[in-house]
């Protein structure tokens, strides 16, 4: 897991659903049937849907969201303020993989929790202060003109390293030959990390080359510039736009980045933006990105954790399944990406061209 995921606030609890032995098993054996058959579960409209009504709900408007499981039958899931066990907690969307709702190899071990639809609510731990009941962010935020001073600094160092100068030598190959690498209009990152939260050194301005967020934030800038000036046949006014969705940036940090044309997505949001037409990035997020992209689009390029041949031995926060494994062969080709210090821990995708 690259520093994105550990720096994520952590699921201290759902607010369990009634269910019946019958009903469980109903979830279960249609998640069974769904795996093995690579069939998806997540659709953009259920998405959008429980997104709205969770807005509706955290919006004080409404007070229970509503889903339908696998099988068709619909539930509810209060939305409350915190967790009735966790007072220092809010609540956030969830996405269950296919594995959960299985309970499939690892997934049905009685340590993991069991999980009935794909979509529901769950609530992440806060620091609160004790006398406002604010929430108080982690102790070593560094200052934001700090932060983004190193920041440049880092996105000059990165230029500088042979694997950027292989990605963009990649990049423009691939603009050139590959007519999906043209039809690009977006670029989807996920989980690309914190830039306010690290620990100084007493040795040194600011933390070693191998903070993992600074160097995924860079990567996402360069494919931007690169899929914005390589491209002959794009309108001179037609710009590439470039979102990214992780609920741990502050708002010091969202106006930040957007100085480097980076606009910050709350929720389920860039999720609605994800579509063929996109270059997607991911890096070990908390969340089934890879499910989530590949059910509802066959995104142009990703660039994300390499698809590997198991997923039922280990649990994993963003787990590979048949289906993936399906797209992935049928659809994709690898493109060596030269990750030489291991910054970033992924595999690069390219969508192959139409014969």
Known sequence: MTDASDTTPEPVGVVWETITDEAL?????EAVFRY????????????????????????????????RRLYGETVDFPVL?????????????????IQSLAGLGVYDDESYPTLTTHLHVEYHSVVRDKATGEVIPNIDI???????????????????????QHLRASLKALLQR????????????????????????????YPSLARHSFYQHALVIT??????????????????????????????????????????????EGFLLTDDSTAVLSFAPNVCVKQIVLDISLP?????????????????????????????GEHYDAVEFQDYEQRFQTAF???????
Request: proline share 6%; net charge negative.
């Open 178 to 205: 590959n007519s999906n690498m043209r039809k690009i209009d977006k670029i989807v990152a996920y989980a690309c990390g914190s830039l306010v939260d690290f620990e100084t050194e007493e040795s040194g301005d």
């Open 349 to 355: 995708y390219v969508k192959r061209a139409p014969t």
């Open 36 to 67: 093995y058959n690579c069939i998806p579960i997540f659709t953009k409209d259920a998405i959008r849907d429980f997104g709205q009504q969770f807005e509706m709900a955290v919006a004080g408007q409404a007070s229970v969201v509503s889903v």
């Open 223 to 268: 494919l931007l510039e690169i899929l914005q000036n390589e491209r002959t046949d794009r309108d001179a006014g037609q710009k590439i736009r470039c979102y990214l969705q992780d609920p741990i940036y502050t708002n010091a940090e969202r106006d930040m980045l957007a100085k480097f044309d980076l606009t910050v997505v709350d929720g389920q």
């Open 142 to 164: 560094q200052p934001i003109e700090n932060v983004e001073a190193y920041f440049k600094r880092t996105l000059t160092k990165w230029e500088a390293t042979p694997a950027c």
């Open 300 to 328: 142009s390029m990703m660039i994300w954790c390499k698809v590997k041949d198991g997923d039922l031995l280990k649990t994993w926060t963003d787990p590979d399944s048949p289906r993936i494994r399906k797209l992935i």
């Open 25 to 29: 098993d109903k979830v279960r054996s």
């Open 81 to 97: 303020s915190a967790h009735p066990y966790f007072p220092d907690s809010k609540p956030v969307i969830g996405f269950a993989p």
